[in-house]
C-alpha cells in the first residue's frame, strides 16, 4: 500500500506542477460554467431540473478535461525513459496503473468540487432561484453519476496513454474513445434488433439523465465499478507485456 501512496504522490505532484493541468482546470470550470448559465437562461419556465442541466454541461467538456490530465499519464514516462525506472523498482505493474490512476482521479475530482457547487453559486445570484427549489437528491445523484462516469472514462484513457508514445496520439485515441463510450449506448438504442434492455444498461447517457433526476439504481453502479477494474485490469497486463519485449 506505501508503493501506491507514494506513487499517487508522484502523479498528484506532476499534476501541480503541470501548467497545462493547471489551464485545462481554468478553462474547464470557465467554459462549464458559461454552458451551464447558459442552459438555466434557455430553460427558463421550462420543468428540466437544475441537476440535469448541470450533468449535461459537465459531460459537454468532461471529455476534454480527462484527454488532456490523462494523455501524460504513461506517454510522458516512455518517453522520458521513466517507465523502465518504475518497472525496475520494487513495485508491481499494478501498484504502478492504480497508483497512477488514483493521482489523476484525485486531481480530477478537486477539480469537479467547484463545478458541482455551480446550482448553489446561481442560487445566491438568481433571486428567482431558492434553495427549496432544488431537489438536493436529484444534486447528489448528479454528483454521483459525475464521480461514476470520470472514474469510468479516466480508466479508459490509462488504457490508452498505455498504447502509444506519442501525446497527440494518445490524447485523439482517448477523446475519440470516450465519446464513443458516451454515445455508445444511445446508438445501440436507435439500431434495430438491440434489446432495449442491453441498451439501457450499457446506456452512459441514460445513466446520466437517470441519476441526475435523483434516481439512483444498483446497476449502473455495478456497471460503472466493473468496467473500471476491467480496463484497469487490462492496463496492467499491457504494462506487463513490456516486460517481455
Not at 505493474?93 to 467547484?114: N, S
Not at 479508459?156 to 477523446?175: E, G, H, M, P
Not at 470516450?178 to 441514460?206: F, K, M, N, Y
Request: proline letters at 4%.
Amino acid at each position: 500500500m506505501r508503493q501506491v501512496i507514494a506513487i499517487w504522490r508522484r502523479e498528484m505532484t506532476a499534476c501541480f506542477l503541470s501548467p497545462v493541468a493547471y489551464v485545462t482546470l481554468v478553462a474547464f470550470l470557465g467554459v462549464s460554467g458559461f454552458t451551464f448559465w447558459l442552459a438555466c437562461f434557455r430553460n427558463e419556465g421550462n420543468p428540466e431540473p437544475v441537476s440535469v442541466l448541470l450533468c449535461g454541461s459537465l459531460m459537454f467538456w468532461l471529455p476534454i478535461m480527462i484527454t488532456v490530465v490523462a494523455m501524460r499519464l504513461f506517454v510522458e514516462e516512455k518517453r522520458s525513459g521513466t517507465i523502465e525506472t518504475l518497472l525496475t523498482a520494487p513495485v508491481t505493474e499494478g501498484q504502478i496503473v492504480l497508483g497512477k490512476y488514483l493521482g489523476a482521479f484525485t486531481f480530477l475530482l478537486l477539480a469537479l468540487v467547484p463545478a458541482l457547487a455551480y446550482p448553489f453559486v446561481l442560487e445566491r445570484l438568481s433571486p428567482a432561484l431558492t434553495l427549496e427549489n432544488l431537489d438536493l437528491g436529484a444534486l447528489l445523484g448528479a454528483s454521483v453519476v459525475t464521480v461514476l462516469v470520470t472514474g469510468t472514462f479516466l480508466a479508459i484513457a490509462v488504457v490508452a496513454s498505455l498504447t502509444t508514445r506519442n501525446q497527440i496520439v494518445a490524447a485523439i485515441c482517448t477523446f475519440f474513445m470516450l465519446w464513443l463510450a458516451l454515445l455508445g449506448g444511445w446508438l445501440l438504442g436507435e439500431s434495430h434488433g438491440v434489446p432495449a434492455v442491453l441498451a439501457d444498461g450499457l446506456s452512459i447517457t441514460r445513466h446520466i439523465d437517470v441519476f441526475s433526476r435523483g434516481t439512483l439504481e444498483i446497476r449502473p453502479i455495478v456497471f460503472h465499478v466493473t468496467l473500471t477494474g476491467l480496463l484497469l485490469f487490462t492496463a496492467v497486463r499491457m504494462l506487463e507485456s513490456r516486460r517481455w519485449k
